[in-house]
Nanobody, 111 residues
Framework: VHLVESGGGLVQPGGSLRLSCVES????????MRWYRQSPGKEREFVAQ????????KYSDAVAGRFTISRDSDRNTIHLQMSNLKTEDTAVYYC?????WGQGTQVTVSS
């Protein structure tokens, strides 16, 4: 499994960002793919997940209603649309699938 995240950056509170995660090593569709995040001094926490083929989603309480996870038709690419970002959303965001992790992408929410 080879996961690569992209799309992080610096954004002001209330702004939006879209993260992407591409898996490029497996030849089959991964059933569930997830986003996690980790802030300095804190444990890594679950953010969102999406299943295949039904596209069932699940979110943490902290992001529900502000973040949307989606999946491309090529099935092993997922996105995280983040809106109404808050300073507490600042973290390294990781993609996860089949007990593997990407390298992470930094999201910083600051004025």
């Amino acid at each position: 499994v080879h996961l690569v995240e992209s799309g992080g950056g610096l954004v002001q509170p209330g702004g939006s960002l879209r993260l992407s995660c591409v898996e490029s090593a497996v030849a089959f569709t991964i059933y569930i793919m997830r986003w996690y995040r980790q802030s300095p001094g804190k444990e890594r926490e679950f953010v969102a997940q999406i299943s295949w083929p039904l596209g069932e989603t699940k979110y943490s309480d902290a992001v529900a209603g502000r973040f949307t996870i989606s999946r491309d038709s090529d099935r092993n690419t997922i996105h995280l649309q983040m809106s109404n970002l808050k300073t507490e959303d600042t973290a390294v965001y990781y993609c996860s699938a089949l007990d593997s992790w990407g390298q992470g992408t930094q999201v910083t929410v600051s004025s």
